[in-house]
């Protein structure tokens, strides 16, 4: 009977509550990831031209959480959005990115938040093939405004102007609270005998 225990009932208890074991799995395939690394760059840059296009396509189909996340990776982004993220990366390994492979299998087996570095070592390759979004442009009212008005002494004063008219517009202040009652005095002590 405590034979049976050791070697049927007991490895099952140890695998069940054994999350050191899934730790250092998941570290093992880090260790192994960042040997690569330098061939996966090596890679990519040799397959960039082909991959663009394919990597723009699949961001451009991703949902929105996804989209940050390629443009700023951080772990407590991976851990937050695991499923999004082994999604996005399973597409990735459907074009052959490379590395995209090793960190799919890991991130299924392990979750991505394990395996967090290879996942956003793959985020910010993705990151270079994507095209440079322009800076958003300024409001042309707020432009206009600001070209209009030169500073010259009559600018000075239509500004203050402006800003009088605003004080006087705005509600006056609320009148102050009435003084709260003062504390009760304490009371004397007993005399004592």
């Given at each position: ?32 990831f960042?040997?690569s ?12 031209a ?6 723009v ?5 991703s949902?929105?959480?996804i ?8 772990e407590?982004?991976?851990?937050k ?29 392990h ?6 570095g ?8 993705v ?5 440079a979004?322009?800076e958003?442009?300024?409001?042309p ?17 239509e ?6 008219e ?7 202040p609320?009148a ?8 009760p ?5 007993p005399?004592?005998?």
């Amino acid at each position: 009977m405590v034979n049976y225990w050791k070697t049927k009932v007991l490895p099952k208890i140890k695998k069940v509550f054994d999350r050191n074991g899934k730790k250092a799995a998941a570290a093992e395939a880090c260790k192994s990831f960042d040997e690569s690394k330098e061939e996966i760059t090596k890679e990519l840059e040799e397959k960039k031209a082909d991959l663009q296009p394919k990597v723009v396509e699949i961001y451009e189909a991703s949902a929105v959480e996804i989209k940050t996340l390629v443009k700023q990776p951080t772990e407590s982004g991976v851990k937050k959005k695991s499923a999004v993220v082994i999604k996005f990366i399973e597409e990735l390994v459907k074009i052959e990115f490379p590395g995209s492979k090793p960190v799919s299998e890991a991130a299924s087996k392990h979750g991505p938040a394990l395996v967090s570095g290879p996942v956003i070592f793959i985020f910010e390759k993705v990151s270079t093939l994507l095209p440079a979004e322009a800076e958003p442009e300024p409001e042309p009212a707020a432009a206009v405004e600001t070209t209009s008005k030169e500073i010259t002494p009559e600018g000075v004063e239509e500004t203050k102007k402006e800003e009088a008219e605003k004080a006087e517009e705005a509600p006056a202040p609320p009148a102050p609270a009435e003084e709260a009652p003062a504390p009760p005095e304490p009371a004397p002590e007993p005399a004592k005998a």
